[in-house]
């Protein structure tokens, strides 16, 4: 699988949009952009994941280039429940996951 | 949907004896399940991968006859660490699948050996 490359860190306001970017310019042509998070003890929760379009769910939207060679997740409207460590990753259909280092976002009153 | 549940949550044992945790899928059939380990501030590391009724894939230097898997339906798989060591204290996270769609993850065991 492709590596993918985030921010260490990030801060957000709360009640504001929450943008994490991800740089995965080696992506393939079959792979898709997982975003997973992670609060603190617990296990990784599903975000959202897509190829090449545009995604949105109840948790978030997920915003890919053209190219494919980076990303962006946005959680609309972040509240201090999102503090978490968020994972960019790429997969193949039916292959397995591998975490990276992630971003650790830390939402503030 | 797509619940996945592990038990026991939190497992304290004495250094030599073995320990089995439980995944569980809730609401669906898991046709492959994997297991990974978290070490305090890493990343989740991928252990093994396993079908229902075939036997586990590991990864390159997981121990397969320390780290014993079980996957003997498709709602369960069960790790074992036998003759468990103090270095073997660790989060341990399942997940499941259904064919080749989304994983999703259990809440997590967190096993100390003294």
């Known amino acids: 699988d492709a590596k993918t490359t985030q921010p260490t860190s990030m801060d957000c306001a709360e009640g504001r949009a929450a943008n994490l970017p991800c740089n995965h310019s080696?992506?393939?042509?079959?792979?898709?952009v997982y975003w997973y998070r992670q609060i603190h003890s617990q296990g990784p929760q599903y975000i959202i994941h897509g190829l090449k379009n545009n995604e949105t769910n109840e948790m978030a939207s997920l915003i890919i280039t053209e190219d494919r060679k980076s990303s962006t997740l946005i959680l609309p409207h972040a509240t201090l429940r999102d503090t978490a460590v968020y994972y960019c990753?790429?997969?193949?259909?039916?292959?397995?996951?591998?975490f990276g280092t992630g971003t650790r976002l830390q939402v503030t009153l | 949907g797509a619940v996945v549940s592990q038990h026991p949550s939190w497992v304290i044992c004495k250094s030599g004896t073995s320990v089995k945790i439980e995944c569980r899928s809730l609401?669906?059939?898991?046709?492959?399940m994997f297991w990974y380990r978290q070490f305090p501030k890493q990343s989740l590391m991928l252990m093994a991968t396993s079908n229902e009724g075939s036997k586990a894939t590991y990864e390159q230097g997981v121990e397969k006859d320390k780290f014993l898997i079980n996957h003997a339906s498709l709602t369960l798989s069960t790790l074992t660490v036998t003759s468990a060591h103090p270095e073997d204290s660790s989060f341990y996270i399942c997940?499941?699948?259904?064919?080749?769609?989304?994983?999703?993850f259990g809440p997590g065991t967190r096993l100390l050996v003294l």
């Open positions: 990753i790429l997969t193949g259909t039916a292959s397995k996951l591998t």
């Open positions: 080696t992506i393939s042509g079959n792979e898709y």
């Open positions: 609401d669906f059939q898991a046709t492959t």
């Open positions: 997940s499941a699948r259904v064919r080749k769609e989304t994983q999703y």
